[in-house]
């Protein structure tokens, strides 16, 4: 009985070395940096495994932690090229319920995307001053197509979140990936456009003097520049606004992503603002995963309710992802001349995106 018990009391002195002496993170593998989640898996919360593929940039490293603060999430694997172990490490010392893993490096992406039930994607580079979406589009295009290559070896069943811009060119790259790997299914792709939308509750908010949290405005088409159309005669609860207050607030909402940029002067771009509506979908996809009936939420997306074949607007969510695209509903006159502006722009971003991975 002794002996048992100092062999138990040797284990736990194990477990608590391996915090102490953490292996280099030059020479991460997969079970050095676990040891110290490990430690905690048997008090892990049931719930949905969710990995976030550039989780060391900046809404990388906030969405870890609101994800970790979910308490759906009983597994959260953070991915990313640099960095993993110090965000990981941070992160796991959180008293929540869900294990945190980490993984440094291409070698071990399929180790992190192996068995999840949610990927979420904010990997790339950031929005600088002077930088449109489309400037992204080189360096962005081909780290989301390595990442959902892996996604489609590794987890092809999981809900995928896109984030990294420009969206309305990467979510057609991840769908013409998909394809080639004969595991395409327009029902798990997503994406985010939350932000736009998060915009747009707090803007009209302010103009009506409402808790943001009362207010709910649909945001359909893209997610760039006038791609961005918030349908501002829908809002809830039923408002009316001058023509001026329109075109303020759509300028505004369209615009939001470069009045951060410009105020950071250069420091960066609306990254802390994305990981709250990145968190905020996410848990949306994560209820509807757990069949929580009533889940809407506008999402760019596989869609037939314009002849583009993706398209943002209300979306319902389940246990297959995404259950029904909703119609975009009556559009007043200054809506419907957006929607002309969207759709041009937007047909030319999502051929950019299929002429990628087609060349």
């Not at 009209?204 to 949290?213: F, I, N, Q, T, Y």
Request: hydrophobic share 40%; with cysteine.
């Amino acid at each position: 009985m002794e002996q048992g018990g100092d062999a138990a009391a040797a284990r736990r002195m194990e477990r608590i070395a391996s915090h102490l002496r953490p292996t280099p993170s030059s020479q991460m593998e997969e079970v050095s940096l676990l040891r110290g989640s490990n430690c905690r898996a048997k008090g892990a919360a049931t719930g949905f495994k969710v990995a976030i593929l550039g989780a060391s940039g900046g809404i990388g490293q906030p969405l870890a932690l609101l994800m970790k603060m979910n308490p759906l999430v009983s597994l959260l694997h953070l991915y990313d090229v640099v960095n993993t172990p110090g965000v990981t490490a941070d992160i796991s010392h959180m008293n929540t319920g869900a294990v945190v893993r980490g993984f440094l490096g291409q070698p071990q992406l399929e180790n992190a995307l192996t068995g999840m039930d949610l990927v979420i994607i904010p990997a790339g580079v950031p929005r600088k001053p002077g930088m449109t979406r489309d400037d992204l589009f080189n360096i962005n295009a081909g780290i989301v197509r390595t990442l959902c290559q892996g996604v489609a070896k590794c987890c092809p069943k999981a809900i995928v979140n896109v984030i990294s811009n420009p969206v309305n060119s990467t979510v057609p790259i991840a769908a013409e990936v998909f394809k080639k790997a004969g595991t395409y299914d327009p029902k798990l792709l997503l994406g985010v456009t939350t932000l736009d939308v998060v915009r747009a509750n707090t803007f009209v908010a302010e103009v009506l003097g409402l808790d943001p949290r009362d207010v709910s405005v649909p945001v359909i088409g893209g997610h760039a520049g006038v791609t961005i159309l918030p349908l501002l005669s829908q809002v809830n609860p039923p408002c009316s606004f001058n023509s001026e207050e329109i075109s303020y607030l759509t300028t505004r909402i369209q615009n939001g992503g470069t009045e951060v940029v410009e105020a950071k002067a250069g420091a960066g771009s609306a990254t802390l603002s994305m990981a709250y509506a990145a968190a905020k979908f996410a848990d949306a996809c994560l209820r509807g995963l757990r069949g929580d009936s009533g889940i809407v939420e506008c999402s760019y997306v596989a869609s037939q309710v314009t002849e583009l074949p993706f398209f943002a607007s209300k979306v319902r969510l389940g246990r297959c992802g995404i259950e029904e695209i909703l119609s975009l509903g009556p559009l007043n006159e200054f809506e419907r001349a957006g929607l002309e502006k969207t759709k041009k722009e937007l047909a030319e971003s999502i051929q950019k995106g299929v002429a990628f991975i087609s060349k």
